[in-house]
């Protein structure tokens, strides 16, 4: 079944203690992204990865890095996760070189609680 | 400066009604547009794309107006199903989904 997996679903955690979000893909797709989406401020975009080895940043990047060394992974890590970062996180891929293509693959997403 | 405004809602319709709902953008350079729905605490889920000519998938209808720069979504005979938001979305790059924009969506009650 082709899908988008993220490990945890749910996590609470404290204040500064390292955690990584895993997301992987069985598509192929070249495109992923992370997205956090918060009450009244829709989904916002944190990075983005458009091959392996290849990342950019997205609207909301500040404390936290991804890496992309296997096309189907791409894992969120918070160094020094704060409160602020209690979310609901989604990770998507897509496939590239599709004229208009706009269809992600979103997980099933990530609920964070930072306390 | 990426833009998407949708109308919050949330919209309460009556089962059976019809229901349209608007999403503007600010770069006229948009080149792709989208509608998806979101259930309660489950992902994004592609519900249809937004050709110029407008197009049509049974009940819903979206409609793309490039001269006054939005999109419309036109659901007929609701469903208690479609309870859900609409995200609208935005693509300001020619293919790839590196451009895409969401809206902050348009929540949809259908009531009984």
């Known amino acids: 079944e082709a899908q988008v997996t993220q490990n945890p679903r749910y996590l609470i955690t404290v204040t500064g203690k390292k955690l990584t979000v895993t997301c992987s893909q069985n598509m192929n797709h070249e495109y992923m992204s992370w997205y956090r989406q ?10 983005y990865s458009m091959n392996v080895e290849v990342t950019d940043k997205g609207d909301v990047p500040e404390g936290y890095k991804v890496s992309r060394k296997e096309k189907r992974n791409f894992p969120l890590i918070l160094e020094s996760p704060s409160p602020n970062q209690t979310s609901l996180y989604f990770c998507a891929s897509s496939p590239q070189g599709v004229v208009g293509a706009g269809e992600l693959f979103f997980g099933e997403g990530s609920r964070l609680t930072v306390l | ?26 770069n006229s350079a948009s080149q792709s547009f989208f509608w998806y729905r979101q259930d309660c605490r489950k992902e994004p889920k592609l519900l249809m794309s937004v050709y110029s000519s407008g197009n049509e998938d049974g009940r819903f209808t979206a409609q793309l107006n490039r001269a006054s720069q939005y999109i419309s979504l036109l659901i007929r005979d609701s469903k208690l199903s479609d309870s859900a938001t609409y995200l609208c979305v935005v693509n300001i790059l020619p293919g790839g989904a590196d451009g895409l924009t969401f809206g902050k969506g348009t929540h949809l009650i259908i009531q009984p």
């Open chain 1, 38 to 47: 918060d009450p009244g401020l829709g989904l916002r975009q944190i990075y």
């Open chain 2, 1 to 26: 400066r990426k833009e998407v405004e949708q109308d919050p809602g949330p919209f309460n319709v009556p089962e059976g009604a019809t229901v349209a709902f608007n999403c503007t953008y600010s």
